[in-house]
DNA sequence: CGTGCTCTTGACAGTAGTCAAGATGAGTGG
DNA sequence: CCACTCATCTTGACTACTGTCAAGAGCACG
């Protein structure tokens, strides 16, 4: 069940088949979730987390004026908010934005793992620490990048973590969320993705269509974004 | 020594007198930095953390036009790269902004306090969550604030972040930066937040010279920028 | 085969960036 | 003790990127 999530730790760090079984049993239950779904909304006192099984979430926090942000979109593999294990309570929301498949693991089992596996444990705060390492990259993005670098970039990172988890096909991957939904992660309005968009298409850098990405040229897709991997911690080592 | 970091600490949980003894003596060497000296680069191979005991430090990433944006910037009491231990890079660079003293701490130290003491682990992890957590809030304004909110907000986030560590006199604290340096931290240029702070100073709002803030009405500054500290984690409670 | 939602495009508006020049002010050296 | 210097701050004029508003096209779903 949650072979992606090990695929994601295992890019970093070695897993054995006992820490893997020992993983798998912090699963509580799995609930499917609709699209464009709040599951856990700002707030609220959390006594168990997300593990990400199936489809595309988001964190996202929004404004008085109805404007909304997306701080991470979250890709199968993602433990969604295992930050909520040491917050208590999150400073964001986090919505489904396609129908996924969610697995809930009580912090309880996670307590009781910090007190038993010293490893699995610093595995787990590492996953939390590349969220923030994206996290930062977007906020380099969003204060320095123009909107097509910043798009270019979103879609390398994107990319990149879909083929962590196995699901890219050859430089397509699958992306169901809309314009609309691009815009509020990259901090631009649907309008000017759609012209973001449009520029990427003509200098046939990526093909964005049937809720899917085709990347045409990573290399100078990579370049025009100024983008690099590093943030996203791609070297099996000790963690 | 250690003080600052205690208080960041005590403000969201209890830490008993041994388990402070305990993160004393993590600190290695203790190292004075002058101004403006990147102190880590980012990609460097790390083997110990910085702990931020005195000035003020900023992790910040480039660009090759020479424009930079800083995802954070950090008070006294900050571990400014404990993501550093299950990173082993960093994914940034990190400079002093102010003439700082800063304590080292090897991994091999953190490493050991996983193994040993669950509680202690779980606190350090939660000082990463919170990184996060500012990191999100600065998506959010980067992503949806205009400049004069974003800046409001960011003066209200530095107001609790230093009164948790006992910096405030009153509604007032230092920050020794330059407009420039603040165009890093908000994604805008040195020009526009001297127009952003004159805007500030007229409605009064806030006051900024002598490397000095005065906060002349906090209410009204957090409802210009939308400022919520819920993020911030200021609650004591088991974490 | 409607009904919405999403995508697309054009025209116009507004926030923030760029360039430039003068003012201010702290630190330095004669 | 007083220029002098250099960084920083301030302001104006102009530019440009992105947002807003609006309307039509495309498409999936019932």
Redesign the interface.
């Known amino acids: 069940m949650i072979e992606k999530f090990l695929m994601k730790l295992r890019a970093r760090d070695a897993v054995s088949e006992e820490e893997a079984m020992v993983l798998e049993r912090l699963v509580g239950r799995v609930q499917e979730v609709p699209s464009d779904k709040t599951v856990i909304r700002?707030?609220d006192e959390l006594t168990e987390s997300v593990l990400l099984l199936d489809g595309l979430m988001c964190?996202y926090?929004d404004?008085?004026d109805g404007?909304?942000?997306i701080?991470?979109l979250h890709v199968p593999g993602d433990f969604v908010d295992l930050?909520g294990f040491?917050?208590?309570?999150l400073?964001?929301s986090i919505m489904s934005l396609t129908p996924c498949r969610i697995a809930y693991v009580p912090h309880q089992r996670i307590?009781a793992l910090?007190?038993t596996h010293?490893h699995l444990?610093?595995l787990l705060?590492?996953t939390?620490?590349?969220?923030?390492?994206i996290?930062?990259?977007?906020?380099?993005s969003?204060?320095?990048?123009n909107a097509v670098a910043r798009t270019a970039a979103f879609f390398c990172e994107m990319y990149l973590r879909l083929r962590t988890v196995g699901m890219t096909e050859g430089m397509a991957y699958p992306l169901a969320i809309t314009q609309g939904d691009l815009a509020e992660c990259?901090?631009l309005t649907a309008v000017h993705v759609n012209r973001t968009l449009k520029v990427l298409r003509e200098r046939e850098l990526i093909e964005f269509r049937n809720r899917r990405v085709r990347v045409l040229n990573f290399e100078a897709l990579a370049k025009l974004g100024?983008f690099n991997d590093?943030?996203l911690?791609l070297?099996q080592?000790h963690?």
Chains 1, 2 share one sequence.
């Open positions: 700002a707030g964190r926090k404004l008085r404007s909304r942000q701080s991470e930050h040491s917050l208590k309570k400073d964001h307590e910090t007190e010293p444990t610093r705060w590492l939390t620490n590349i969220d923030a390492a996290h930062r990259e977007w906020v380099l969003l204060g320095r990048r990259l901090g100024e590093d943030y911690s070297e080592r963690r």
